[in-house]
């Protein structure tokens, strides 16, 4: 059948972002006197929740009421700190031109918080590609939690079947998301995921560029 529905990823997958993400990561850490993380360290933690990512950095050391506070302080940095690092990956605007010509429904899901998110939308002038935009406060289960889909997206899409429905992103999290939920699967493997978790996997796609998308489905 062919793929009516794309639950795209933001983050590794639609855009560059990672120089962004590192920067508030680090000047969020350290404020609150953690170790510096490395660049390899805030990189694997790419496709978690930013709290699970904090968790992860600190070795367990932050936990509630200290995790929330840390991610109302690393969003309040997006404004000047990430977006100005972050771009769409090379073709983005004629992909999502190309996909939208064909009626294909696009939802973004990410895990950035809700302002953080829409505001790289318009800086990114991509508004008029995305359908539904659903961020981390937008939704009560998150990527690979099937439920995501069952309770979130399923409902939105009562035309669309998961035989019609592709999962794209960067990260096991996207993968593993798929599998759950048994919806297809692609693999961007330019992003920031693993290469060689993700490759173990089995995806049902693997996508070299995003300008690639249009022809692989």
Partial sequence: MPIKTIILDFDGTLASSFEGIW????????HYNFADPTLQQVRNTIGLTLEESMHRLTQGLCE???TSEMVKFYRALHTTKAAPHTRLFDGAIP???????RNIFIILVSNKGRAGLHQLIAQLK???YIDIV??????????????LYTHHIKPLLTLTPASQTLVVGDTETDILFAKNANLFS???????????R???????FELQALADLPALI
């Fill in 23 to 30: 920067t508030c990561m680090r000047e969020t850490l350290t």
């Fill in 95 to 101: 992909t999502l031109a190309e996909l939208r010509a």
């Fill in 126 to 128: 991509i508004a008029d």
């Fill in 198 to 204: 993700c490759k173990a996997l089995l995806p049902d």
């Fill in 134 to 147: 659903l961020s981390a406060e937008d939704i009560a289960h998150r990527k690979p939690d099937a439920r």
């Fill in 186 to 196: 692609c693999w961007a493997t330019y992003g920031y995921g693993d290469q060689q």
């Fill in 64 to 66: 509630e009421p200290l």
